[in-house]
């Protein structure tokens, strides 16, 4: 699905640029418009809608994703500035259809979730705090979380998901919890 | 598309990038990471003619110690100096910065150089740069200069640099022994911009205030030395009373205004009260280094 109404010149890469990205281990390659951000090119061009986009400015991270294992705001970024390199999204975080990531299965588990909108970004937010770390206290889970705006819940039972996928993670490594 | 329409380069080189913003001249402005301009842009409160990105300009990401400074590339993002054990160890003001600089998604793309440049207000990096004395270096095609950081920050949103510089580099000299350093911050919620906040910076000789600087940010156009504090609490005690009278002058010292978020007068009182907390916990800052060493 491409939403541009733009007239499409190949030849001036200020506006266009062609570009080859890894999402969720698949290569992509794609012409795109310099000015298209990232989060939309990920929903329109690579119809990978799991990404939410709330705000579209950098507060909410709704629409966090992966950038070389990096957390970013991929509103934040032009899918131009991601050619050659590597993302990971909502879809990639499962291990295998129809299993969940321990991050995944404590927010099924716990409630970490309501409407869902948030839930991707927290999700991969939480996920990379994790593997840093897989035994936070809670304050530097919620500062972590700080990031991630959530309308539903009031954050508890998010909090307590990621205590618990840590826990989870933890078992997984063999290591006391 | 949510960014107006601009025309998007990207350079590899110093040398590249500030010959596109030669070119490109007073509507061109330099992408580093984005965290700030990229939102502008999506509020239509920016709107660039054209955009040079500098993210893969390689030479800008750096840090080295270099003749008692520590030389940071312009491009290094805020995670790497957060993590960097040569940052804790000979400029530790940063590192604890860094944690009250937005939230991790921000920092692992937003860069030194792009902070500074970008001269908010209610920013964090600009009042620690101030603090320590930093020496920016900027480069265009009619070559390179250093600026005194007490001469960078203009007005909000406004540094020294002309439109065709690239800012390359920040120097901040190696914290010397005796010497601790604190930032204290309000802000709604943690990562939101600081509704007021300090950073000090003091050198400790035999229970007495030798040196101190200290600055107050998101309490004017720019961040600003509070030099009166600064030359009241030189030479004084590290008592609690004794800290707290220095700080009485803050207040005095600065311009704020009101705000959605507070008044100017619960800025000037609340900068008064993160003084003395500031001065407290750089001073315990400064005993807990002499102990270990």
Not at chain 1, 44 to 64: I, S, Y
Not at chain 1, 138 to 153: H, Y
Not at chain 2, 41 to 56: E, G, I, Q, T, W
Not at chain 2, 87 to 116: F, K, Q, Y
Request: net charge negative; charged share 25%.
């Amino acid at each position: 699905m491409t939403t541009t109404a733009e007239p499409i010149d190949e030849r001036d890469s200020a506006l266009h640029r062609v570009i080859t990205v890894t999402v969720n281990g698949r290569r992509y390659t794609r012409l795109v418009s310099t000015r298209k951000t990232l989060a939309d090119f990920i929903r329109e061009d690579l119809g990978l809608t799991g990404t939410h986009l709330g705000c579209e400015h950098g507060v909410c991270g709704a629409c966090t994703v992966r950038l070389d294992g990096a957390v970013v705001r991929s509103c934040l970024m032009f899918a131009v500035q991601s050619d050659r390199q590597s993302l990971e999204t909502i879809e990639g975080v499962a291990p295998e259809p129809g299993r969940l990531s321990h991050v995944q299965q404590a927010f099924w588990d716990h409630h970490g979730l309501q409407c869902g909108f948030c839930t991707p970004g927290m999700v991969l937010a939480a996920t990379a705090l994790l593997e840093r770390n897989p035994d936070p206290t809670e304050a530097e889970i919620r500062e972590t979380l700080a990031g991630n705006l959530c309308r539903c819940t009031g954050y508890q039972f998010i909090v307590e998901s990621v205590k618990a996928a840590g826990a989870a993670m933890r078992a997984d490594a063999g290591g006391a919890s | 598309m949510k960014p107006p329409r601009f025309r998007y380069y990207d350079a590899e080189t110093i040398d590249e990038a500030v010959t596109l913003l030669a070119e490109h001249g007073e509507g061109a402005k330099v992408l580093a990471g984005g965290q700030s301009l990229v939102p502008m842009m999506s509020l239509r409160l920016a709107y660039p003619d054209a955009l040079v990105d500098v993210n893969r300009v390689s030479e800008l990401d750096y840090v080295s110690r270099r003749d008692g400074e520590l030389a940071i590339g312009a491009l290094t993002r805020h995670a790497t100096l957060e993590r960097s054990p040569e940052v804790a160890r000979d400029c530790p003001l940063l590192s604890a910065a860094m944690r009250w600089v937005a939230h991790e998604a921000i920092r692992n793309r937003g860069t030194m150089g792009g902070s500074l440049a970008h001269a908010d207000p209610a920013a964090e990096l600009p009042a620690v740069a101030l603090a320590l004395g930093a020496t920016l270096a900027a480069s265009s095609r009619e070559g390179s200069r250093t600026i005194r950081v007490e001469e960078f920050f203009r007005m909000p949103f406004v540094s020294a640099l002309r439109d065709d510089e690239l800012l390359t580099e920040v120097c901040l000299p190696v914290q010397p022994p005796g010497a601790g350093s604190a930032v204290q911050e309000i802000a709604r919620r943690h990562g939101d911009f600081a509704i007021a906040g300090v950073v000090a910076s003091v050198v400790v000789e035999d229970d007495v205030v030798a040196q101190a600087r200290i600055v107050s940010f998101a309490t004017g156009p720019a961040p600003v030395r509070l030099t009166a504090v600064e030359n009241a609490v030189a030479g004084s005690g590290t008592g609690d009373d004794e800290l707290a009278a220095a700080a009485e002058p803050a207040a005095a010292e600065l311009s704020p205004t009101d705000d959605v978020h507070a008044t100017a007068e619960y800025r000037r009182r609340v900068t008064k009260v993160l003084v003395t907390r500031a001065l407290r916990d750089a001073i315990d800052d400064a005993r807990a280094r002499g102990e270990e060493r």
